[in-house]
């Protein structure tokens, strides 16, 4: 199945507005992570939550983390054109016997419209 | 060398032909992965290194996928008698310790394979 479902798929707003995308997860995790990819190549971690933690800034980004609806927000505020990418959130699940990797969902692509 | 690298950064090779991607982690981390990423769907995890042993390779699509490491460093991922749906961008990421899936990884620039 799949962990880390983002919403919407696409999202399309003028510059200086706010971005908001969501992501949904299945199982018990250790962190959620947000990461930026452009064009389709490497991706860049943005920030890393822990399930401890309820709310995490850093610059521009804030991210919420609800354990209890097993769900989680980016918000992305006074957006700019090069904040225009794919937006992954991803889980590190914390059940054992599984792969170490991280389980993605399929992104949100966010257009910044000048 | 402050990131991970990938190379060939572009493939294109036809169908039943071997291929070979290497992967340059970030020095001194220990754990390295594999991840697979097609048109328009999430990543998808192949395979991870803790040093030069990949203790779970149930990720791996088929039989004819394969990796290795050595030297606790370069990775590289085989895929043999290549098939039109590997076609995909394979990221390779690495992360500092044994908990690297709890940890920031650190992700190359990818290599964009288009089998014919």
């Known amino acids: 199945s799949q962990q880390g479902e983002e919403d919407p798929q696409a999202l399309s707003i003028q510059e200086g507005e706010n971005a908001t995308m969501n992501c949904s997860y299945k199982t018990s995790i250790n962190n959620l992570q947000w990461y930026r990819q452009n064009s389709g190549r490497g991706l860049v971690h943005l920030i890393l939550?822990?399930?401890?933690?309820r709310e995490k800034h850093s610059g521009r980004l804030r991210v919420t983390l609800d354990t209890s609806k097993k769900s989680s927000s980016l918000l992305i505020t006074a957006s700019r054109a090069a904040d225009t990418a794919s937006y992954f959130c991803a889980t590190d699940a914390r059940s054992g016997g599984g792969a170490d990797g991280l389980t993605f969902g399929k992104g949100t692509h966010l257009i910044i419209q000048p | 060398g402050a990131g991970v690298s990938q190379s060939p950064s572009n493939k294109v090779t036809e169908k039943g032909k071997d291929v070979e991607l290497r992967c340059d982690p970030i020095?001194?981390?220990?754990?390295l992965y594999w991840y697979r990423q097609s048109l328009g769907q999430g990543l998808e995890f192949l395979i991870y290194?803790?040093?030069?042993?990949?203790?779970?390779k149930s990720g791996l699509p088929s039989d004819r996928f394969s990796a290795e490491r050595t030297g606790g460093s370069v990775s590289t991922l085989t895929i043999q008698r290549t098939q039109q749906e590997d076609s995909a961008v394979y990221l390779c990421a690495s992360s500092p310790t044994r908990t690297g899936a709890r940890e920031t990884q650190y992700f190359g620039p990818g290599t964009r394979l288009l089998v014919l």
């Open positions: 939550i822990r399930s401890n933690e």
């Open positions: 290194f803790q040093g030069n042993s990949a203790p779970d």
């Open positions: 020095s001194g981390h220990t754990a």
